[in-house]
């Protein structure tokens, strides 16, 4: 009973323990949406500068990893050269600068609800960028799958009733910079051996991204913030926003560290869901059964591949522990015949 009723608490713990990161991860990613929302937003806090923003989240995730690092020492930092950096973070950087950029732009024009709806196409985005630089084996079924997620967008931005074209074309150029990032994490990063977490991640790319939101904000929005002599910069809505931004990486760390990959992604989709009911029920956002039933097509078709990569991962797992026992009783085979070849020539003596 000792033992038994030690490992069921000690389950019921780690099962606990996860929802709470799940819970965590969602209730932080659902903040930081809503709040960039609020501050961008024209009818809201009425703060239309996403390059602004950005960088003040930057900056702001910068300073303190750079204090997690360097002057407390939470984590370890990665041995990165000079050259690696430029080769590899740099270009990592300016695509997630622009990821950035164009998402939080995409909030003056577009509603929080049909905004989740567009992200759907990530898989999408991520799988075609893929095979494109021979990263995924290109499938039919997979594209099919690919296919029907797009067509289910496709209907929802067709219910859309704030339909923005500028809009829509800031928030696919996003999801097409966010999904060319994660490809280049693989191909300039992970294949080189080097893993980066949320906190080693902001420590290096961070400072880089602020760098090259600079070009733009002097072009765009400095003009515009130099003639906006009544705005006073508010460290309570911008800290905390920031702050929110920062603990949502945190939350990335612990989640994909204490789960996996794809428990976020599976979060992600309830997520979404509750980010659309929202919308729907407290910004007041409309709401249409096509939007509905456009969303619900791209939603199982993203379902669908979360489960086919799992399975996916499944495979992978049991294939490697064949070879790990086939490699143990090849071992075992050689020295039981090492040990009988030994006793043999004892004998013979």
């Known amino acids: ?30 903040t930081v949406i809503v709040y960039n929302k609020y501050i961008l937003d024209k009818k809201m806090y009425n703060w239309p500068f996403p390059i602004s923003l950005t960088m003040i989240h930057m900056s702001f ?3 303190l990893a750079f204090l997690l690092i360097k002057v407390f020492k939470v984590v370890e930092p990665v041995s990165m050269s000079r050259e690696l950096y430029l080769s ?21 024009y577009l509603s929080v609800s049909f905004i989740q709806m567009l992200k759907a196409l990530m898989p999408v985005a991520v799988y075609s960028i893929g095979v494109l630089f021979k990263k995924e084996g290109f499938k039919t079924d997979t594209m099919t799958n690919m296919l029907s997620i797009s067509f289910g967008v496709a209907i929802a931005a067709y219910g ?29 990063l992970t294949s080189k051996g080097i893993t980066l977490n949320p906190i080693t991640s902001l420590y290096y790319v961070a400072p880089c991204c602020f760098v090259f939101l600079l070009v733009p904000w002097i072009f765009v929005e400095f003009p515009v913030l130099k003639e906006t002599s009544s705005f006073h910069f508010d460290f309570v809505i911008f800290g905390t926003n920031s702050f929110c931004a920062f603990a949502l990486n945190l939350a990335v760390f612990l989640l994909v ?9 599976v979060a992600g989709v309830v997520k979404d869901w509750l980010l659309i009911a929202f919308s729907w029920s407290v910004i ?66």
């Open 61 to 63: 995730c910068a300073t």
């Open 160 to 188: 859309e009733a704030r339909f923005d074209t500028w809009g829509v074309m800031l928030q696919l150029g996003a999801v097409a910079f966010e999904a060319t990032r994660l490809v280049m994490i693989q191909i300039l």
């Open 257 to 265: 560290g204490k789960t996996s990959a794809l428990t976020m992604n």
């Open 1 to 30: 009973m000792g033992k038994g009723g030690s490992l069921s608490d000690s389950v019921i713990k780690k099962i606990i323990l996860s929802y709470t990161y799940v819970a965590i991860w969602i209730f932080l990613s659902f």
């Open 284 to 349: 007041k956002d409309t709401v249409t059964p096509i939007n509905l039933f456009g969303y619900g097509l791209a939603f199982l078709g993203v379902a669908y591949y979360n489960h086919s990569k799992l399975q996916a991962l499944k495979a992978k797992e049991a294939q490697k522990k064949i070879a790990q026992a086939d490699e143990e009783a090849g071992r075992l085979l050689e020295e039981r015949e090492g040990e009988g070849t030994g006793k043999k020539s004892e004998s013979q003596n």
């Open 88 to 108: 590899s973070v740099v270009p990592i950087g300016a695509l997630y600068s622009l990821s950035l950029w164009f998402s939080n732009s995409a909030y003056i």
